[in-house]
Structure formats: C-alpha cells, structure tokens
C-alpha cells in the first residue's frame, strides 16, 4: 500500500524518485566493489548513472576517486529522493 494515500501521481513521483536514487546508488556500490566495466549491466548502470548525476558527479575535487563518486553520486541521490517525496506528498494533500 502506498504512503500517498490513493494519490496515484504521488505514488509515480515517489517511485520513479526511488529508482533515479537506486540507480545512483547501484553505481556508486558497483565502483566500491570495483565491477567490471566491460559489463554491459555495469555500462549501462554506469551511464545512467552519469546522466542522473550530470549536475553533479563532478562538484567535488577530492583527492581520492571514490571519494569524489560518493559525494557526487550520492549527493544527486539523496537530492532526487529528497525532491520526489516532497512532491509526492505535496500532490497526495490534493
């Protein structure tokens, strides 16, 4: 059962929200555990995953790599997530 009460725009923009976020996060888990980016899964992951985060993959200058794709990564994630559940519970309250 939905959050959003019978809201079905809601319950949209809540899960296409949650599937930008897993994507991203999908991404950021696969170059942790270092995948094989000879992959077609990973290639697409990883390309979807540049086109969520085209605002920011690259806002951050750390010096360590996996470093700079956490927080730009995981920053348009938490973003989406934070954005798609606001909308999602401003359209069930109509």
């Known amino acids: 059962m939905s959050r959003y009460r019978g809201n079905e725009a809601g319950t949209v923009i809540a899960i296409v929200a949650d599937i930008m976020a897993l994507i991203l996060g999908l991404w950021i888990l696969m170059y942790l555990l270092d995948a094989n980016r000879a992959n077609d899964f990973v290639q697409f992951i990883h390309?979807?995953?540049?086109?969520?985060?085209?605002?920011?993959?690259?806002?951050?200058?750390?010096?360590a790599a996996w470093a700079r794709v956490v927080a730009g990564y995981g920053l348009a994630a938490v973003v989406y997530l934070f954005i798609g559940h606001a909308i999602a519970r401003r359209a069930a309250r109509h």
């Open 47 to 63: 390309s979807a995953a540049r086109w969520l985060a085209g605002w920011s993959y690259d806002l951050f200058t750390f010096d």
